[in-house]
């Protein structure tokens, strides 16, 4: 009984068992971390390189903390003060570290599919944090995680995912593992920000919000991702709040009382307004805390994988 | 696969009966002692044991189950990870004598990582180990326990199961062995 899969670099690869033998050992995980002694020796004979080309706070600090709390050896690399900016290729950064007894990587990349091609060249086991606009595997297991945990179950449930889908692993990493548990889910967005073909991975498409809040039980209010928008997509940020940025007003004005849920940094006052994120119906620090048991889940699985 | 049948029915009561006195005989009214079952097949040991000792005494019995997935000492060295079971320690082991109970003590490495696992509770007073089977001379660490309900000789290929009322319908311990 273990994981279909040597490397975690997309939801794409997992199937349900998968998903919810993560979900069981994470369970297990979330009750470690509640102790007073919060550490597990089992991966004490592991190393594992944190290597981020990117900028992470969260992803990085819970990877770190679930690593941590697993007893694994752990080194950490940002690429921002590396040889990466002397020139050197991501194959052969990656291969210095292995050279060092590494065994596992968890990579964080600007582009698309550095987690798949790192893990066709090198022998580690390789966890995708994040490749771009592609995926974000561990980000929508621990979102579906919380759902599951706040509503006992995801399937049958509906969930709207709002804001800049387009440029988001977050959305496309969500859409993959909650359709693969079962929940409904639907996508909510400027036309701009929408990408033409979503409609093929099975999900409804709504363009205003407050429909799309009235359907759902939870929403998903994702950050208008600046850094990687090339063209303008909306005339302002002042418009976009005013269409897509959720409020207490909107809020307490639904049928009934939704979940609310971020995967950070929240830009406050655009996606979601403070009194929103603040709020008895907001899972945002829920969802970090499930971020570092469902992490360990990932990784004891992958690193207890026979000739890993 | 060869059955023989080590104990059932009213000896199988018998035997839970007497290590409860033996414990009574160590532990008094057990205000100061704790029972742990170790996941998976010691907690229903130590579920019955806590039962009948509340029986006898009429006191309340803190009794807790204790997982050791993340202490084995085989992670790695297996053919996949072991999927974990719940840990239910709702009390203090601080300076409590623990009594680790498992249904069978067959190479000792289980008793090591409970020994390890219960540590993240605290540092309990004194830790014993009582067991329904002892599968002798057949140790892998210098573990040994404290009561034990019966004692088994057997080989490596053959297997000691432990059924309970509870959760397979009949008290029963079973040596299997591989017909040849």
Redesign the interface.
């Known amino acids: 009984?273990?994981l279909s899969t040597r490397h975690l670099l997309g939801i794409k690869d997992l199937n349900r068992n998968d998903i919810e033998?993560i979900f069981?050992?994470a369970d297990?995980f979330k009750?470690?971390i509640n102790?007073?002694?919060k550490?597990?020796?089992?991966?004490r004979?592991?190393t594992i390189a944190n290597i981020f080309f990117e900028n992470s706070t969260r992803t990085r600090l819970s990877f770190e903390l679930a690593e941590r709390r697993?007893s694994a050896d752990t080194l950490n690399f940002a690429a921002s003060s590396s040889s990466v900016s002397k020139g050197e290729t991501l194959i052969d950064t990656v291969n210095n570290i292995l050279a060092m007894k590494v065994d596992m990587v968890v990579m964080r990349h600007p582009y698309a599919g550095a987690g798949v091609f790192l893990s066709k060249h090198v022998k580690a086991q390789i966890v995708n944090a994040g490749d771009g606009a592609h995926e974000h595997p561990t980000q929508a297991l621990l979102d579906a995680f919380s759902i599951r945990e706040k509503l006992g179950d995801v399937e049958g449930k509906k969930i709207v995912i709002v804001g800049d889908i387009l440029h988001s692993r977050v959305a496309l990493s969500n859409i993959l593992c909650l359709k693969q548990l079962g929940a409904e889910v639907m996508v909510c967005g400027p036309t701009t920000l929408i990408p033409k073909y979503i409609g093929s991975l099975g999900v409804k498409v709504e363009h205003d919000l407050r429909k799309a809040l009235n359907w759902c039980d939870v929403a998903n209010m994702l950050r208008i991702q600046l850094e990687r928008q090339d063209i303008k997509y909306f005339p302002s940020l002042r418009e976009y709040t005013m269409l897509y940025g959720l409020d207490k007003q909107i809020l307490d004005s639904l049928d009934k009382e939704i979940l609310v849920m971020h995967p950070g940094p929240i830009n406050r006052g655009v996606e979601i307004t403070s009194d929103v994120a603040d709020s008895k119906q907001s899972l945002i620090l829920d969802q970090v805390e499930n971020g570092v048991a469902v992490r360990m889940a990932v990784l004891?699985?992958l690193?207890?994988?026979?000739g890993? | 696969m060869q059955n023989l049948t080590l104990l059932d029915g009213p000896k199988f009561q018998i035997t839970i009966q007497r290590l409860c006195r033996q414990l009574i005989e160590n532990h008094n009214d057990f205000s100061n002692a704790i029972l742990i079952g170790i996941q998976p097949r010691g907690i229903y040991l130590a579920r019955r044991v806590a039962d009948e000792l509340r029986k006898i005494l009429n006191k309340p019995i803190l009794q807790g189950d204790l997982?050791i997935?993340?202490?084995r000492d085989d992670?790695?060295r297996?053919?996949?990870?072991?999927?974990?079971?719940?840990?239910k320690i709702d009390f203090i082991i601080e300076g409590k004598n623990v009594v680790l109970m498992d249904d069978v003590l067959w190479t000792g490495r289980t008793i090591r990582a409970a020994m390890?696992a219960m540590?993240?509770?605290?540092r309990p007073g004194k830790v014993e180990l009582l067991t329904l089977v002892d599968r002798r001379y057949s140790r892998h660490i210098p573990v040994t326990a404290d009561y034990t309900g019966i004692e088994v000789d057997s080989i490596a290929s053959q297997k000691v199961v432990v059924s309970w009322k509870e959760t397979d319908g009949e008290d029963k311990i079973v040596l299997l062995s591989e017909e040849l």
Request: aromatic residues 10%.
């Open positions: 009984m273990g033998l069981n050992t297990t009750d470690v102790r007073p002694i550490k597990v020796p089992s991966l004979d592991v697993l004891y699985l690193a207890g994988q026979s890993a | 997982d997935t993340f202490y992670f790695r297996r053919e996949g990870p072991l999927v974990p079971n719940q840990t390890d540590l993240a509770f605290g």
